[in-house]
């Protein structure tokens, strides 16, 4: 694919960090309203580091590739989820859009589809801000978390609705702060975690179908917030938090590795953490994360980072790692 010219002058940098001073926010800052070029393809460029690939302090985790996505199509941009099917990502916005691309990593050309999540039901009328995603990889079957009405919808593997809610458990949470990491255990539980606080609800059937969550509080690092998690194969979760930073991009973010089973209601959940991710990636605002087996028994861990809409600041960047679980703390 052709390269993209990377432009990043001085005045941006003075103007992201002078923003952040003054508003310390993370939503919708310095957005721009995209080009809407229905046929425009995806241009992707490989993004090399001078940060080490590995080192102290990592537990194990190495970094694959950084990859840059751009596109000026009119639904490209804004991903906060990601899910892994079989040889392709699929990821999704918080505009309600999707983007199902074949691995960068693999040989032989990209190919990629951008497509809307149109068929939501009774919600359709309301802003489609995806936050959060989950897949049940034996069923093919999907979840999607929606911000804006804090609200979860159920897919079929050929992606046709199957169900869609607003848990009565979600209905008080701020519309900005609503279901921003979700993950589907083996055995059918559901972990969900907002994003305003460590509070979090677990689950013993699929949400969609109702039930009454056990409550629990998520210990997480001083002013980290949640914004995505994955189950391991041995059923453990890795969580990714992210928070603002006086830095350029304003971000800073971890991994946090925790066990379900040490979840009691009324209790806190104490986290520990695999990585911080700065040492080993460029800044920006990771949102969504999922992993894969890869055939050596290592675990590919894919991020992808919310770019806001705001291009000239931030950029959309795709990242493998790789990680052998027997290298946990």
């Not at 990209?110 to 309301?126: D, E, M, P, Q, T």
């Not at 199957?162 to 255990?185: C, F, I, Q, V, Y």
């Not at 059923?235 to 009691?264: H, K, Q």
Request: with cysteine; net charge negative; aromatic share 10%.
């Amino acid at each position: 694919m052709a390269a993209l010219a990377e432009f990043r002058p001085r005045w941006c940098r003075i103007a992201a960090i002078a923003f952040l001073m003054v508003a310390f926010a993370p939503i919708t800052w310095l957005r721009a309203e995209p080009p809407d070029i229905r046929d425009a393809p995806l241009w992707i460029t490989r993004v090399q580091s001078d940060l080490p690939d590995r080192g102290a302090g990592l537990h194990g985790l190495r970094r694959e590739g950084i990859w840059r996505l751009w596109s000026e199509h009119g639904d490209f941009g804004g991903y906060s989820a990601i899910l892994l099917l079989k040889d392709r990502i699929r990821l999704f916005s918080d505009r309600g859009n999707r983007l199902t691309m074949s691995l960068p990593d693999e040989p032989g050309p990209i190919a990629s589809k951008f497509a809307a999540v149109w068929n939501r039901g009774y919600l359709s009328g309301f802003y489609p801000d995806i936050e959060s995603a989950t897949r049940d990889p034996v069923s093919g079957k999907y979840w999607l978390g929606f911000e804006s009405q804090n609200s979860l919808l159920r897919y079929d593997r050929a992606s046709n609705l199957e169900a869609a809610t607003r848990p009565p458990d979600w209905r008080n949470w701020p519309s900005n702060r609503g279901p921003e990491a979700m993950t589907r255990l083996a055995d059918g539980r559901f972990i969900v975690l907002p994003e305003n606080n460590g509070d979090g609800l677990l689950y013993r059937i699929d949400p969609v179908e109702g039930g009454q969550p056990v409550r629990f509080r998520a210990v997480l690092p001083d002013s980290f917030r949640p914004t995505d998690m994955t189950t391991l194969p041995d059923g453990r979760v890795i969580l990714l938090v992210r928070r603002m930073a006086v830095a350029y991009p304003p971000f800073t973010a971890r991994l946090l590795l925790g066990d379900p089973e040490e979840i009691r209601a009324g209790e806190e959940w104490v986290l520990d953490e695999l990585a911080d991710l700065d040492a080993i990636v460029p800044r920006e605002n990771y949102e969504g994360l999922a992993i894969a087996a890869q055939p050596d028994g290592r675990l590919a861990l894919w991020l992808v980072s919310d770019d806001n809409l705001a291009v000239a600041i931030q950029r959309t960047l795709l990242v493998k790692l790789t990680w052998n679980p027997a290298d946990a703390p």
